[in-house]
């Protein structure tokens, strides 16, 4: 019930500029178990950080992602992720590149956020939905090394079918490396971009793990916008 509150009002936060927050009423037990979720260390390594820190404690086998039509386990998504990766690489991107992510949310956005990560790269979501002088500002604004067309990942992975993996590791982010970008609209009506760093990122991970008891598989039903917090947090979680 708590949990549900807080997301709702994290998810509205741009809606309600103003939006206060007080009086939330507590049960014994809810109050209890926050105090110990509160009170209790979490022990993050932003050094360890990286795409095969969070994808490598489940079954090659187990779902990963679906959208209702396709069905992807883990084995897919890292095969897919190291195509993606291959094909970044070969455009020139390098660890401390950006690469814009061009479309609309879908099973590919994981694949793409996951195939920057693979080789140290941030990336930052373009909705193709938002207005074209708005997109326009943006990548002015970020200067990205590649845009990464999501409808194009599933032509990139045919593509590259008989090709050899060439990506042993996956790269290590430190905690000052940029993880991602988020454009947020600015009251001015002006585009800014907010970076996000990778220890920070590390942290909330381990916090999210600890919280919810994700050492089992689970199920997260993802319903928000692509751009936002929100998406990330789900699909990590």
Same mark, same amino acid.
């Given at each position: 019930?708590?949990?549900?509150?807080?997301?709702? %009002?994290? #998810? !509205?936060?741009?809606?309600?500029? !103003?939006?206060?927050?007080?009086?939330?009423?507590? +049960?014994?037990?809810?109050?209890?178990?926050?105090?110990?979720?509160?009170?209790?260390?979490?022990?993050?390594?932003?050094?360890?950080?990286?795409?095969?820190?969070?994808?490598?404690?489940?079954?090659?086998?187990?779902?990963?992602?679906?959208?209702?039509?396709?069905? $992807?386990?883990?084995?897919?998504?890292?095969?897919?992720?190291?195509?993606?990766?291959?094909?970044?690489?070969? #455009?020139?991107?390098?660890?401390?590149?950006?690469?814009? &992510?061009?479309?609309?949310?879908?099973? #590919? *956005?994981?694949?793409?956020? =996951?195939?920057?990560? +693979?080789?140290?790269?941030?990336?930052?979501?373009?909705? +193709?939905?938002? @207005?074209?002088?708005? *997109?326009?500002?943006?990548?002015?604004? &970020?200067? @990205?090394?590649?845009?990464? =067309?999501?409808?194009?990942?599933? +032509?990139?992975?045919?593509?590259?079918?008989?090709?050899?993996?060439? %990506?042993?590791?996956?790269?290590? =982010?430190?905690?000052?490396?940029?993880?991602?970008?988020?454009?947020?609209?600015?009251?001015?009506?002006? @585009?800014?971009?907010?970076?996000?760093?990778?220890?920070?990122?590390?942290?909330?991970?381990?916090?999210?793990?600890?919280?919810?008891?994700?050492?089992?598989?689970?199920?997260? $039903?993802? &319903?928000?916008?692509?751009?936002?917090?929100?998406? &990330?947090?789900?699909?990590?979680?």
């Amino acid at each position: 019930r708590l949990l549900d509150s807080l997301e709702y %009002i994290f #998810e !509205n936060i741009d809606n309600y500029n !103003n939006m206060l927050v007080k009086n939330i009423n507590l +049960t014994q037990i809810e109050e209890l178990y926050l105090k110990n979720v509160l009170t209790t260390d979490v022990s993050a390594t932003s050094e360890n950080f990286s795409i095969q820190s969070i994808l490598g404690d489940y079954r090659e086998d187990s779902l990963a992602i679906s959208d209702g039509q396709r069905n $992807l386990s883990y084995q897919d998504v890292k095969r897919y992720i190291n195509i993606v990766a291959n094909e970044l690489l070969k #455009e020139g991107v390098q660890s401390g590149d950006t690469v814009a &992510l061009v479309g609309k949310k879908c099973i #590919e *956005t994981a694949i793409g956020i =996951f195939a920057a990560w +693979t080789i140290g790269a941030a990336w930052c979501a373009i909705d +193709t939905s938002i @207005p074209e002088a708005r *997109t326009k500002r943006i990548l002015e604004i &970020l200067q @990205p090394k590649t845009l990464l =067309f999501l409808d194009n990942i599933p +032509t990139i992975i045919e593509r590259s079918k008989d090709e050899k993996e060439i %990506i042993s590791e996956a790269y290590k =982010f430190n905690s000052g490396d940029v993880a991602y970008y988020i454009s947020t609209s600015g009251s001015t009506g002006e @585009p800014k971009i907010v970076s996000l760093k990778a220890e920070g990122l590390s942290q909330i991970i381990q916090s999210w793990k600890q919280f919810y008891h994700l050492d089992s598989e689970q199920y997260v $039903l993802q &319903l928000g916008s692509w751009t936002s917090d929100v998406f &990330l947090g789900d699909l990590l979680k």
